[in-house]
Each structure stands twice: as structure tokens, then as C-alpha cells.
């Protein structure tokens, strides 16, 4: 079955697609952000949790309807990207590890601990924003000067399959430390 972009698919067929695009759109947008609350220090802390998450959807849902109206009105989502990742772990590898800010024996006030727990987060969040505004900008550059065209004479599929994996490769450990808490559901 082949559907070119002006043609219309029967209406049943058109949901069944719109969903199967909805929970593809939404195992990975939802994956990124779990996969990086460790690297944040938000393990613990649900309200930012559900902050950050539901930010992802906002900000992706805003832009897919920018996209598909003003843009260049492909029928996509605009979600979370996985190439992040990497460049983010070796960032926050820099870092000291996330402080422990409970001791364990109720020592700290509720509003000690999650101040301190906001803080924490927000300053690793902040720093991984400037290194990707930082990173945007050589990208833009990169765009404007043209070197881009000469680059792509060099660059082909034995470049880009061997760096998708390795932004695989890099995703393993994450992806095994959240596979080893249950098999059953991580094999479904």
C-alpha cells in the first residue's frame, strides 16, 4: 500500500495510521527524559519529573503544529532527538555525582531538601542548554557558509551508519540498567 502526498486513505485506515504514529511519537518522546533524569539527579523527584515530561510534550506538540502549518508542512512530530544523549552523558561526566541531600534520618526540613534538589537539577539542565545553544550556533554557521555542500561530498553511508550506531552503542548502558529491573516487561 502507497499513498503519495495528495492522495487520501480511507478513513478507518487513516486512524489505524494516526495511532500507530502516536505511540511511535510517544515511546520516544517519553524515553529521552527518562533516560536522562540520572544524569540530572532527578531520580527521586517526582514533581520535576513530571515537569520536565510534560514540558517535552508541550514543546513538541507546539512545534509539530508550527511545522505543519507555517513550516515545511510534512505530515511529522517534532520530538526529542536521541543524538543528545551522548554529548550530554560526557558533560555530566564532568561533573562531581548528584549530591545526597537526604541523609536518612530526617534531619532536613521537606523545603531543605527540595531546594536543594531544585537547584542541583536546574544548574545541570541550565549548563546542558548553553552547550547546545553553543553547538546551534556552529550548526547555523555551518548552514550559511555552504561549507555544508562541500562537506556532503565526503560524508556517506559509511559515515552515517557506523555514527547511528554509536549513538546506539552509547544508549546501552541506560538502556540495560532499566532493562535488568524487570525482564518480563522489558522483553514485551
Known amino acids: ?32 527524559p527518562l533516560v536522562l533524569f540520572p544524569a540530572f539527579c ?11 515530561i510534560g514540558t517535552t510534550f508541550f514543546v513538541s506538540g507546539l512545534v509539530t503544529l508550527i511545522q505543519t502549518t507555517i513550516g515545511i508542512r510534512l505530515p511529522i512530530v517534532q520530538g526529542c532527538t536521541f543524538a543528545f544523549l551522548t554529548p550530554t552523558f560526557a558533560i555530566m561526566g564532568l561533573r562531581e555525582d548528584c549530591q545526597v541531600i537526604y541523609d536518612g534520618y530526617g534531619n532536613q526540613s521537606d523545603e531543605y531538601i527540595k531546594e536543594k534538589s531544585t537547584e542541583e537539577w536546574q544548574s545541570r539542565i541550565t549548563e546542558i542548554q548553553g552547550a ?47 532493562a535488568g529491573v524487570h525482564w518480563g516487561i522489558s522483553f514485551l
Open 132 to 178: 547546545i545553544m553553543v553547538a546551534s550556533v556552529f550548526q547555523v554557521l555551518i548552514g550559511f557558509s555552504g561549507i555544508m555542500g562541500v562537506i556532503l561530498h565526503f560524508i556517506g553511508p559509511l559515515a552515517i551508519a557506523p555514527t547511528i550506531a554509536l549513538i546506539g552503542l552509547s544508549l546501552f548502558g541506560a538502556a540495560a540498567d532499566k
Open 42 to 52: 532527578l531520580e527521586r523527584d517526582l514533581v520535576a519529573q513530571s515537569e520536565i
Open 1 to 32: 500500500m502507497t499513498y503519495g502526498i495528495e492522495d487520501r486513505p480511507p478513513i478507518h485506515l487513516t486512524f489505524f495510521l494516526a495511532f500507530q504514529h502516536f505511540l511511535t511519537m510517544f515511546g520516544s518522546t517519553l524515553a529521552v
